[in-house]
């Protein structure tokens, strides 16, 4: 696609229950990013794909969080047994690959608004 | 000590006024660096790149010090739409790959 595409945009969940986070990245790019932003707050790194490998998962808030990526496209952010201080932007972000440099440039979605009430 | 810090502000400055921000960052084998522009409820966008060489683009200047390990923007000839927040980014490969966003900086531009 010509933009990140995040779904849903806005979610209001209960506590207690599952959700879905959903990111489609721009076509082409290897390299896919989660973020989490709450209300105010910087940017916290969750998590990252190669392709579909995730090197690295400690920036995972809690084993409530979970991620993958199939296909080397389509990403999705699940969050179990969700509590309100899970409430904030996830923002995805994909870029042409992981490698450092000045032309990896990060490319953000319009985020998935999640309220937990 | 944060990866990387930025001071919070807010900066408040008038229209037409220059205004420059820094941001430090610990890993001395960081290899790119990124300022991002966030506004209010959106998703941060790609300000500029951070060339060693330093960099301008329009109004806006950047500039890089290794030695020191602190990049900085620099902002003439201020806009009300300038008005946002600075996120500066440092990526780096030692011990696997790293982009670290610094917290922003929050700029107010006024009338």
């Known amino acids: 696609g010509a933009g990140v595409s995040q779904s849903p945009s806005n979610k209001v969940t209960e506590k207690g229950k599952d959700v879905e986070l959903r990111c489609d990245p721009i076509s082409g790019h290897t390299a896919l990013y989660w973020y989490r932003q709450s209300l105010g707050q910087g940017l916290e790194f969750l998590i990252y794909?190669?392709?579909?490998?995730?090197?690295?998962k400690s920036g995972l808030p809690s084993d409530r969080f979970s991620a993958e990526r199939t296909g080397g496209s389509v990403s999705t952010l699940t969050i179990q047994r969700t509590q309100q201080e899970d409430s904030a932007v996830y923002l995805c972000?994909?870029?042409?690959?992981?490698?450092?440099?000045?032309?990896?440039?990060?490319?953000f979605g319009e985020g998935s608004w999640l309220t937990v009430v | 000590r944060k990866e990387v810090e930025q001071d919070p502000g807010p900066f408040n400055v008038p229209e037409g006024a220059t205004v420059a921000f820094n941001c430090t960052y610990s890993n001395s084998a960081s290899q790119s660096f990124f300022w991002y522009r966030q506004d209010c409820r959106k998703e941060p966008k790609l300000l500029m790149s951070v060339y060693s060489s330093g960099n301008e683009d329009g109004r806006f200047t950047a500039q890089l010090n290794r030695a020191s390990q602190y990049i900085s923007l620099l902002i003439r000839d201020s806009k009300l739409s300038d008005s946002a927040t600075y996120l500066c980014v440092v990526n780096s490969e030692t011990g696997g790959f790293k982009t670290i966003f610094g917290a922003g900086t929050r700029l107010f531009v006024k009338a």
């Open positions: 794909f190669q392709g579909n490998s995730a090197p690295d």
């Open positions: 972000a994909s870029s042409l690959d992981i490698r450092t440099g000045s032309g990896n440039t990060i490319y």
